[in-house]
């Protein structure tokens, strides 16, 4: 399991898509980009989408996600993505009452039982007390992440990133 927080967009995009039946339906799809503006969340989904799409399409609607982290599976299996809310549980040490702040993450798992055993793969390296609040399924496709790798540039020996 690994975890990585940024910032995340959800990208609605709708494009042709051929159906059972032969019949092309144009349908709208839910992706999550890690992008730093809505500009470039717009950039990334469609060089995303251009790769998988043949005819076309276009991206109707972007909108900030609030994810903490992305918990992503290493198991092939693992198709679905679920939205956890964790509630962290910490003591007010004047009032010495229990105080309750919640976080949301996006995991990815085969089955709800799967994002939950994920959840607390994760969690187990924390040490403060936890509660699962909520796990639901969301309708998201995939998720992409940014791509940046770094190239060593051997004329002047200083990095170089790329896109």
Known sequence: ??????????????????MEDGMTKKVPEL?????????EAEEAITREMTAY??????????????????FFSENA?????????????TIDEKT????????????QASTFNGAL??????MKSTLIDY????????KIMDVYEHRTWLKQDKASEEPEYEQ
């Open 96 to 107: 010495e009452k229990e105080k309750r702040s919640t976080v949301t993450y996006l995991v």
């Open 53 to 70: 799409v043949s005819g076309e399409f276009e991206v109707k609607n972007i909108n900030p996600a609030a994810y903490h982290e992305v």
């Open 131 to 138: 509660v699962i609040a909520n796990i639901s399924e969301t």
């Open 117 to 122: 055993k994920n959840i607390d793969e994760v």
């Open 1 to 18: 399991m690994r975890s990585r927080s940024a910032n995340w967009f959800e990208c609605t995009v709708r494009y042709e898509r051929q």
């Open 31 to 39: 992706y999550v980009v890690d992008a730093l503006s809505f500009g």
């Open 77 to 89: 299996a693992d198709d679905r993505w679920y939205k956890a809310k964790v509630s962290f549980i």
